[in-house]
């Protein structure tokens, strides 16, 4: 991995995370936890509508139009759209960057990141969030249900929150 490839990871990179021994523990848990997820549920929705906004704006048609082709799109396709988009314009944007950026490399990890975000947002809004008070320590739980043929089978999943 060269040096720009290591800093576009750097910039996008979800996966590192804090040591959770830094965290201080708070005394408001359930009302903070509650706040954090609204938050994050909010954030998302800034960033899915940012992403409608860049893609109107790439594909230059006017703002109705614009929303009509992106309001039912998941976000995913809007997403992959957005990448189509960049890779295809990237002449465009050539003036925007720095010299030495490689518009491909910054695009994959932007890319990359924003699934993440959808990713970590799922994690959080799709989970259980539970308070061990014999561990001191927040749980998520996620449980499905998968058919393999006639009967279903039920997976759970818990993974520790230091907080």
Do not use: W
Request: aromatic share 10%; glycine share 2%.
């Amino acid at each position: 991995m060269n040096d720009i490839e290591k800093r576009y990871k750097s910039q996008f990179d979800f996966e590192e995370s804090p040591d959770p021994n830094t965290y201080e523990r708070n005394p408001n848990f359930p009302g903070e936890l509650q706040a954090a997820v609204g938050q994050i549920s909010i954030e998302f929705q800034s960033l899915e509508d940012t992403i409608s906004e860049v893609i109107i704006e790439l594909i230059e048609v006017e703002r109705d139009i614009g929303e009509i082709l992106t309001v039912e799109m998941s976000f995913k396709n809007k997403v992959n759209l957005l990448g189509s988009l960049l890779h295809k314009l990237k002449s465009k944007f050539r003036s925007s960057f720095e010299s030495d950026v490689d518009q491909d490399l910054y695009y994959k990890y932007l890319i990359k990141a924003l699934f993440k975000c959808e990713e970590l947002r799922n994690q959080t809004l799709h989970s259980t969030i539970a308070f061990d008070i014999d561990t001191n320590q927040l749980l998520r739980k996620k449980t499905s249900s998968k058919a393999k043929k006639v009967f279903p089978k039920l997976k759970m999943k818990s993974t520790s929150i230091i907080c």
